[in-house]
């Protein structure tokens, strides 16, 4: 679906007169004059396929305009083209363009003509504009129209996922092959910077490598540590393609060989997490994957004697089975109907990323101590069923163990 289509069909939802209005990011500073390399807002991206800072757009039945920045040949020298006011026209197919500047003039004249305006606020300094605009003006939230469409992909979006996920497996795949005692976290992580970067790709989020027990710390980014003999690496590792997220977390042992109790647990994680995938078609709860899994990973840990009859499994399983991925990571779209879980679809895509994570406690055994396991894959919801967009990625004990040889 092009940017057109796509704001046709938002606009076709909403009530005649209806007026939608949608800024992109605001540039973030990282320190003095530095800033992070910006990325523009998702929802703002989808429906414009623009890329530069601020910018607001605004749709109605009426036309598309959009406010952005005018060209400055003296900015252009420090920061690089921009697209400008005059050539928006033709390239945005927008059909009204101004300067960012004349916001707060014309604004106010598109709303007076509106009965309904939607706009989901966000912090940020052009919202305080768009705020003082719409001072006497009742809003309604865009989300629940525009993020239900983005919940279902299109055939372009499942290709720019699917080549997000090629690249990201390819990458994991050096990253097992290179794995070795005695190398830093931060050495594994390079891998992904650069053969990301190789593809003109950038990380989805912050890739977690994580050695030994810092599997265990499930939003662990300092990526610092040495890799120890005989402990297993757990990476949460995914690019991003033209603003599609890949999500994928592999766990391998760091001397090329499973132990006998890293095999258990590991064993018991991918067990779950191929009971959860294969539940996965339409019409099916989305509900349905996280309670398969928990009930394997329960009786699992139970046989081994990690979990008493009575014990609560969060201890060792505290996260969910899966999330929506799309442009965003955790990527927008609601997880109920009303009070209903909400069936799957075809066209959405979700990850499946059970784990287990077991610290040091007098209770259990040590054999087990500090081992965290987690595999991830992303699932694309399709007739019938499911389509791995991971699927090429090693997983099995035995496929991993032979692509580590390889070393
Ligand atoms: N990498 C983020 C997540 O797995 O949810
Ligand atoms: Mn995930
Ligand atoms: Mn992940």
Redesign the pocket.
């Known amino acids: 679906m092009t940017n057109q289509h796509r704001q046709k069909k938002l606009l076709s939802q909403l009530k005649d007169g209806a007026l939608v209005i949608i800024a992109t990011n605001p540039e973030q500073t990282r320190n003095g004059d530095v800033h992070y390399p910006f990325r523009p807002h998702s929802d703002f991206w989808y429906l414009t396929g623009f890329t530069e800072p601020e910018s607001v757009a605004v749709f109605s039945r009426e036309g598309y305009t959009i406010f952005l920045r005018e060209k400055d040949q003296k900015r252009q020298i420090w920061d690089g083209e921009r697209l400008g006011v005059k050539s928006a026209l033709e390239v945005l197919k927008a059909d009204y363009a101004y300067s960012i500047d004349a916001l707060k003039t014309q604004l106010p004249q598109l709303i007076k003509n509106a009965t309904t305006v939607y706009y989901d606020f966000k912090p940020c300094k052009l919202d305080d504009d768009i705020m003082e605009c719409l001072a006497t003006t009742q809003t309604q939230s865009l989300g629940e129209y525009l993020h239900e469409m983005r919940l279902i992909k299109d055939d372009n979006e499942i290709a720019l996922m699917q080549k997000a996920a090629d690249i990201s497996v390819e990458t994991h795949q050096l990253a097992m092959q290179e794995t070795a005692p005695k190398l830093f976290e931060y050495e594994i992580a390079s891998i992904f910077d650069g053969n990301f970067r190789k593809y003109n790709a950038e990380h989805a ?1 912050t890739p977690i490598v994580a050695g030994g027990k810092n599997a265990c710390v499930l939003h662990y980014i300092q990526n610092n540590k040495v890799l120890n003999e005989g402990e297993l690496l757990l990476i ?1 590792a ?1 690019c991003e393609v033209e603003g599609y997220a890949s ?1 994928i ?1 592999r766990t391998f042992p760091i001397n090329g060989i499973f132990s006998g109790a890293q095999q258990q647990i590991y064993q018991l994680v991918l067990d779950a997490q191929l009971a959860a995938i294969a539940a996965i078609k339409p019409g099916v709860a989305i509900t349905t994957p996280h309670n398969i899994a928990t009930e394997i990973i329960q009786q699992g840990l139970i046989d081994l004697g990690i979990l008493t009859k009575n014990g609560d499994v969060k201890q060792f399983y505290m996260h969910g089975t899966g ?1 929506w991925l799309g442009m965003d ?2 990527d927008v779209g609601c997880y109920q109907q009303g009070k209903q879980d909400r069936e799957y679809e075809i066209g959405m895509v979700t ?1 499946v ?1 059970p784990g287990i994570y077991i610290r040091k406690s007098d209770k259990i055994n040590p054999i087990y101590w500090d081992i965290g396991v987690r595999i ?1 894959d992303n699932i694309l919801v399709i007739k019938g069923g499911n389509r791995v967009l991971t699927q090429a990625l090693e997983k099995e004990i035995d496929d991993i163990e032979k692509i580590m040889e390889t070393q």
Do not use: L, M
Request: charged share 35%; net charge negative; aromatic share 10%.
């Open positions: 989020y949460d995914g999500d977390t999330h990571v955790h990850t990323e991830e």
